[in-house]
């Protein structure tokens, strides 16, 4: 901290906090047998988990509906590297499957270990997600 005032104590990051969000925006969730809470957004699934040794990482990671052949592999990566070169978030990469399908993930993670406000948390999983379905966007346009 800046100064010579001290901080305010925030709350730590909570799997209930996450749910407090979705709920107050009336998002529809469930959590899965990780204990992660996870929905779906425009047909894409997105999971808010929880990293690091205290459980202070929030990572909200989504998948694009849409699967690609394995063939389209290099151009995605191409239209990836094209919206980083503009855009600060979110970390965009593909993964394909044992049937060869090309997934196309986006990714947003942010270090909450000295706690998080809940406008800061509300924040973070709004812009996480209307960034991640923007890059989504972003390549349906071009593919």
């Not at 005032?5 to 009336?26: Q, W």
């Not at 919206?83 to 978030?89: E, L, Q, R």
């Amino acid at each position: 901290m800046f100064g010579n005032s001290p901080a305010a104590a925030l709350p730590l990051l909570t799997r209930e906090r996450i749910e407090a969000v979705l709920k107050a925006h009336d998002w529809t969730y469930h959590i899965d047998s990780d204990g992660d809470v996870g929905g779906l957004w425009d047909n894409s699934i997105f999971f808010f988990s929880q990293l690091g040794q205290q459980k202070e990482i929030l990572q909200v990671r989504g998948r694009w509906h849409q699967s690609q052949p394995i063939e389209r592999r290099a151009d995605i990566r191409a239209l990836i590297d094209e919206w980083h070169d503009t855009k600060i978030w979110p970390k965009g990469y593909t993964k394909v499957d044992d049937q060869g399908k090309c997934w196309v993930f986006g990714e947003h993670s942010v270090d909450w270990e000295h706690g998080v406000a809940d406008k800061q948390l509300d924040l973070t999983i709004c812009s996480s997600l209307v960034t991640t379905l923007g890059m989504f966007e972003f390549l349906g346009e071009r593919l």
